[in-house]
């Protein structure tokens, strides 16, 4: 009878003997609507229900049963039944609960369907907010480098140092394990760490002889002074702590304010032997820069004195063969080289 009356409103309706034929129809098929007795051939109709549930969530089920039993009807409706048909009913009944039934679903499956759509819908815009701010930080990375040429340009004594010492601090920092974000920051710490020198007077910056004492306090200054310069633009607020405590040593003898061990960033320290790498490696005009077996020899002389020993530890693990090639590759580029991103393979650093 039931079959006949939904065949009649146009309803699609196949028959299930048991629970378990019942499962594996739906399991064959898509259905919008199930409906079941309470007692089925092979077992509990509420059972079948759970599974059905458990297997097709949005799927609806309409419970039909004989049992004049409230408390059955109410365990029905709690372990998720749409609806509950009590014997004998209606045609009208059974036509209503069906058409609910379906309302419901069709209900639901809008519903999932609003929710993808919101769903898409925000993952395209995350996507368009994630290349924005990878533009942005492009536009960032081509500021800073801007700055590292007009810092080349005030002391041409230093040409190229800036690139050079980020591309040998982001070596270091990789092989301590320091996270792709805190090397950004120590990227442009180390890349602005002599920032500060543009503040300083020319008759001291550029002078060929040795500086006096009070020349030279000035001379140091330039690590409060880029990281005033800095700290207040948000996205190097960080690394201003880099320009500031570039020159500390890890037995406190450094400056601005001789800090020691690890009260000195992560960052510093490692540059400081990065700087120093540079630095002797490097001709200046009162002396000719050495070769990287007497860096070597040097940054392992003051480990424990100017150097943290961990860093250099990690230092000494390269072969020297990578740093001359580090420099070679980077000294090779053009003036739109950026150091920002630099990739290791166990042979070569590639910039």
Known sequence: MIVATLERQGHQVRMAASGLE??????????????????VQDGNGIALMEQIREQQPQLPVVMVTAVHDINVAIDSMHRGAYDYLL?????EHLLTAVRRALDHRKTLQESHSHQQKLEQAVQARTEMLRQAMDELEHSYDVTLEALGDALDLKDSETEGHSKRVTAYTIVLARAMGISSAEIKIIARGAFLHDIGKMAIPDNILRKP???????????????TRGYHMLR???????????????????????YPTGLSGSEIPIGSRIFSVADALDAITSDRPYRKGRDFN??????????????DPG???????????????L??????QDKQFSTFDIAITPTKVKI
């Not at 420099?327 to 090779?332: H, Q």
Request: overall charge negative; proline content about 3%.
């Open 22 to 39: 019942a499962l594996e129809m739906l399991g064959q098929t898509d259905f919008d609507l199930v409906l079941t007795e309470v007692v």
């Open 209 to 223: 002889g040795k500086l006096s004492a009070k020349e030279l306090a000035v001379m140091r200054d330039h690590c």
């Open 232 to 254: 207040k633009i948000p996205f190097l607020s960080e690394a201003a702590e880099i320009v500031f405590t570039h020159h500390e040593h890890h037995n406190g003898s450094g």
């Open 311 to 325: 860093v250099v530890e990690v230092y000494l693990k390269f072969p020297n063969d990578l740093w001359h090639e």
């Open 87 to 91: 014997k004998p009913f209606s045609r």
């Open 294 to 307: 007497a860096a070597r020899e040097e940054v392992l002389r003051c480990s424990g004195t100017q150097f």
């Open 327 to 332: 420099r070679a590759e980077i000294t090779g």
